[in-house]
């Protein structure tokens, strides 16, 4: 809080031709040619504490609050990239672990980079590979320098550092790049969660030093610290010591719960400089998301909506409808009546229920595309109704229909 209103005046400039309707349109705005060389952050609108703004990089706008669909391999799982944007995301997640294991960072870099290679010319976020390691590698060394591990395809053996990251993340051509970190696995202990929080800081400044200066290119810092105030603390403080474009409150949705996740939020935003963008890392189901924006977070990703939608999971205004129960199977109406996705304008539930059941790619294709549509009309609608001063009203709203429950069976 203290952070928070020492620095509101340096955040207060609207930005130029940004109204609340654009702000409130997922795929409204068509892509024009950037008009900065530069990495930005500026905050248009707030409502109590959540924030709504715009990100411009040279590749082009980022509308915050956003929700960053995840292109784990190069791709956002059966989705074409053109698709992807059809939604409304501004920004795709790329895997630093699994890109640089295959087919290679260098061999990206000479094809062009992720951008070209994976046809998406807008911005790239990409992670440090920190947190994979952790969960997918087998046979981890952790040591001050970095992570010695073999890879879950073929065993083969592979580094990762700081430098080493920030080489991978240049080489993969990423606009948004996360500082290399370790997080620990829980449960952990407080003294095993401030030693691996120290760890991080220091290997943050290691990942600051090796990214070098790159205009039109960001470095985001990752407060670590688990669910303990005073660890969460001093990490801001080394993080803003050593200073980042943006910073990601990291260590979360790591299974320690909804509660616990929130109450952290209740404070990790406000200990970090009110005019960067604050990214929440692997977040979330629609409810993280709602209660994540009102806590002040501006950035988001998470594999739920594409894996969901392969496993027959939609998401809409009422809750998680699983298309593989039998009450769809002559169910003529769509998914949500509501929703303008392909999957709801021209198909049935009981469409939807058989491709699942029959294991049809198209099933894939078109649940996917729903929950991407889902996830991205949420964002639009938390951008407009903070722009409007409306959250409160539309966060009720929210809650009644989910509550509601889907329609009832024929
Ligand atoms: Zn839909």
Redesign the pocket.
Known sequence: MRVQRSRTSAVSAPVRGLTAKALASPAGRRYEPAMTERFSFQLTARDGRARSGVIETPRGEIRTPAFMPVGTAGTVKAMLPESVRATGADILLGNTYHLMLRPGAERVARLGGLHRFMNWERPILTDSGGFQVMSLAALRKLTEDGVRFKSHIDGSEHVLSPERSMEIQRLLGSDIVMCFDECPALPATEEAVAKSMRLSMRWAERSRDAFGDRPGHALFGIQQGGVTRELREESAAALTAIGFDGYAVGGLAVGEGQEAMFGVLDYAPGMLPEDKPRYLMGVGKPDDIVGAVVRGIDMMDCVLPSRSGRTGQ?F?RRGVVNIKNARHQEDPR???AE???????SYSRAYLHHVFRAGEIISSM?MT???L??FQELMAGLRGAIAAGQLDDFVAAFEAQRAAGDIEPL
């Open positions: 939609a809409t769509p998914l949500d929703c303008s996705c392909p999957a709801c304008r078109l595309w729903h929950n549509h889902y």
